[in-house]
């Protein structure tokens, strides 16, 4: 399967700055997700971006299949954005098993 | 939708007991995906059930685990006996189809004493 890695490992931001997080991977996906797992543990869902580009308010994400990258920019930040980004992705035949990164902890600090 | 149900929220056993934890999808949803998440491993995918049927179960850890899905809205995944080695959240997910969107439930937080 292919392999996952996420940068920086850890973020500690003050409210309102901005991040960039970037995920590689070591071969061609066709499933890339971004994931935040808040405080209490839920997974939610933030991108699904094999390739391209997509934005959801504050939030947006890249990913350069050719280059083997994704990238999730985090703006204007806020305490609830703190928790555990993940991304995850598949690839070839076992396009139905993401194998996650270890994430990036980011802390918002008021 | 609801999106995917998991229950219990919270278990917490007796080493050598039966646990069996459950799952309701999305409506719709023709692939379903049990994970498992530790400190030491991580997220990592248990097995995958595709319109019902066991597609691949090569992440579960040994005889001790398995699972079913009996129907479209319905999967369950028993440990027998557990082991406090077993402690761990455990996610139950389910997308439209392979390769697309995954959305995950709140997870059960396997506690095994």
């Known amino acids: 399967g292919i392999q996952v890695e996420q940068s920086p490992p850890d973020l500690i931001l003050q409210e309102g700055a901005n991040s960039t997080l970037r995920c590689n991977f070591s071969?061609?996906?066709?499933?890339l997700q971004w994931f935040h797992q808040n405080p209490w543990g839920q997974l939610i869902n933030l991108f699904y971006?094999?390739?391209g580009t997509k934005q959801n308010g504050r939030l947006s994400a890249t990913t350069v299949a050719t280059e083997r990258y994704s990238l999730l920019y985090i703006s204007s930040s806020q305490t609830t954005d703190s928790g555990v980004y993940f991304c995850?992705?598949?690839?070839?035949?076992?396009?139905?098993?993401?194998?996650f990164g270890k994430g990036t902890l980011l802390t918002v600090n008021p | 939708d609801a999106g995917v149900i998991q229950s219990p929220r919270h278990e917490v056993t007796e080493m050598g007991q039966e646990v069996t934890l459950r799952c309701k999808p999305i409506?719709?949803?023709?692939?379903l995906f049990w994970y498992r998440q530790t400190m030491m491993r991580g997220l990592e995918l248990l097995i995958y059930?595709?319109?019902?049927?066991?597609?691949?179960d090569s992440g579960m850890p040994e005889d001790r685990f398995s699972a079913k899905m009996p129907n479209a809205s319905f999967s369950t995944l028993k440990i027998q006996p557990s082991e406090p080695r077993d402690s761990a959240v455990y996610f139950c997910?389910?997308?439209?189809?392979?390769?697309?969107?995954?959305?995950f439930g709140q997870g059960t937080r396997l506690t095994v004493v």
């Open positions: 997910a389910s997308s439209l189809d392979r390769g697309l969107e995954a959305f």
């Open positions: 071969d061609s996906v066709n499933n």
């Open positions: 971006i094999p390739s």
């Open positions: 995850a992705g598949s690839s070839g035949g076992s396009n139905y098993k993401l194998t």
């Open positions: 409506s719709g949803h023709n692939s």
């Open positions: 059930f595709n319109n019902n049927v066991p597609i691949d």
